[in-house]
């Protein structure tokens, strides 16, 4: 599997289905906020029966955002983040990085005059 970061926040992926699919599994997470979220909807009896469809649309809204897949598509290529790449186990790969980032220089400490008050 080839990853090219394009830039600081971006790495398309190029790779076999199978390795997609992989890593497709890998980067499948559960968001704890959200988890934490449906568990206090379906506790809302209150809102349940006063208004059911309401409760309903919103108790799907809130399980569609409990597990989230970190692989993105964009225009037909498969991207992630560049932070993600040293937890992927079990692939091959080959990043090349097509970004430069500026040489870092000393800086130095601004100089302030300190008053002494009485």
């Given at each position: 599997m080839i990853i090219d970061i394009t830039s600081p926040s971006q790495a398309y992926i190029q790779g076999t289905p199978e390795e997609i699919a992989k890593l497709s599994d890998q980067m499948n997470y559960r968001n704890s906020s959200k988890h934490f979220e449906l568990s206090k909807h379906l506790q809302r009896s209150w809102m349940r029966d006063k208004n059911p469809d309401e409760?309903?649309?919103?108790?799907?809204?809130?399980?569609?955002q409990v597990y989230v897949n970190l692989l993105y598509k964009d225009k037909g290529r498969y991207?992630?983040?560049?932070?993600?790449?040293?937890?992927?186990?079990?692939?091959?790969?080959s990043i090349r990085s097509h970004v430069t980032y500026p040489i870092a220089k000393p800086m130095s400490w601004e100089k302030t005059t300190r008053i002494h008050s009485l």
């Amino acid at each position: 599997m080839i990853i090219d970061i394009t830039s600081p926040s971006q790495a398309y992926i190029q790779g076999t289905p199978e390795e997609i699919a992989k890593l497709s599994d890998q980067m499948n997470y559960r968001n704890s906020s959200k988890h934490f979220e449906l568990s206090k909807h379906l506790q809302r009896s209150w809102m349940r029966d006063k208004n059911p469809d309401e409760w309903l649309a919103q108790k799907k809204e809130i399980e569609a955002q409990v597990y989230v897949n970190l692989l993105y598509k964009d225009k037909g290529r498969y991207w992630i983040r560049p932070g993600y790449i040293p937890y992927i186990k079990g692939i091959e790969l080959s990043i090349r990085s097509h970004v430069t980032y500026p040489i870092a220089k000393p800086m130095s400490w601004e100089k302030t005059t300190r008053i002494h008050s009485l």
